[in-house]
């Protein structure tokens, strides 16, 4: 029990140390916590994985914005619990600046990212791929470059960590460009997918095979079956609490693919989907750009702005609630008014040249 004279922060310190070691011999144990961010397609299906994920039997509502949740494990009978922490960005890469909030120098070492990529949709994909990797490395880069100076320990760890996605005697060591955290790639809605012409199907599952392995990434295929489903739960449950990685792997382009990180090649991949002649014509600098313009020769791309296009959630009539939508309209006209007194104002204003 504590004492009346005990500090707040004392009593605190004390009942952690009293849950991590549940069985009062003194012996420590660590407590599991990591940070799992969930971004992609607009309505690929990113809520639905995280609800049977952490086994909620909940109705998956749209994501507005940036949304939080978490889940906690036990990795044994009387253990204390491991905690996961769960964000989700909304609106696809409409709102992509928000990435800067759940990636901290705080957590940056426990944090992992999900891309979820909607198969059905494969003229959108590599664009929403590249913006928001993108977008989250070049956050990241930011992170090591301040750590570099106030903790360079830390940053050195994270880049060794990021180099050690693969082998180093894995023959493609040097030829690829690995993610600065780690990284799960999941394609959405393969029940869609699966219905689409063999080649079509062909050239999105070697494209995304190809950008897993160059980004040190783990990829599977999901849809609404619950086989598949667990598959990638396996692989989130590695990344957000520890659990065997499973060694299994399916390549097998006629079937959903499931890759763990570093079981791949870019000799089982084979070159990109395209003859040797067209290849030959291409101007690259990078694998990585030939294959995006092989790609998108087959599945032109979306522009940027037609995926940042997003409707206002205030106009959305199932977010309607009268009392708030009337004092919006209020405050709404009360700055239509200063604007147009302010207008007037400026121009009435007499400037002295002098």
Known sequence: MPKAGDALWDIALAEVEKRESPDGGGKRVEVWEKSVLFVGS???????????????????????ALEYTFGRRARRHNAPKDIAHFWELGGGTSLQELIRIPITSNNIRSFAVVLVLDLSK?????????????????????????????????????????????????????????????????????DIFHEFDSEMRKTVSKTLRFISHYYGASLVFTSKSEA?????????????????????????????????AGLDSLSQIGPPPTSDSNIGKMRANTPLELWKKVFEKTFPPKSFYDLQATKD??????????????????????????????????????????
């Open 42 to 64: 607009k309505n690929g299906g990113k809520t639905t994985i995280i609800l049977r994920c952490l086994e909620r039997e909940e109705i998956p509502k749209p994501t507005l």
């Open 228 to 260: 598949l489903q667990l598959k990638a739960r396996v692989l989130i449950n590695h990344l957000a609490f520890g659990y065997e990685r499973s060694k299994s792997v399916s390549v097998d382009h006629s079937k959903p693919l499931f890759i763990p």
């Open 122 to 190: 494969p003229n959108e994909l590599w664009t929403t791929m590249e913006n928001l990797l993108q977008a989250i490395r070049d956050h990241v880069n930011k992170i090591l470059a301040k750590l570099e100076k106030t903790n360079p320990e830390v940053a050195t760890e994270i880049k060794q960590r990021m180099r050690n996605s693969l082998q180093k005697d894995h023959p493609d060591y040097e030829l690829v460009d690995p993610f600065p955290i780690p990284l799960v790639i999941i394609g959405s809605k393969y």
């Open 313 to 354: 959630p205030g106009q959305d009539s199932q977010y309607a609630e009268h009392e708030v939508d009337v004092m919006r309209a209020q405050k709404k006209q009360e700055l239509e008014q200063y604007k147009r007194n302010a207008s007037k104002s400026w121009k009435e204003m007499d400037f002295d040249p002098d």
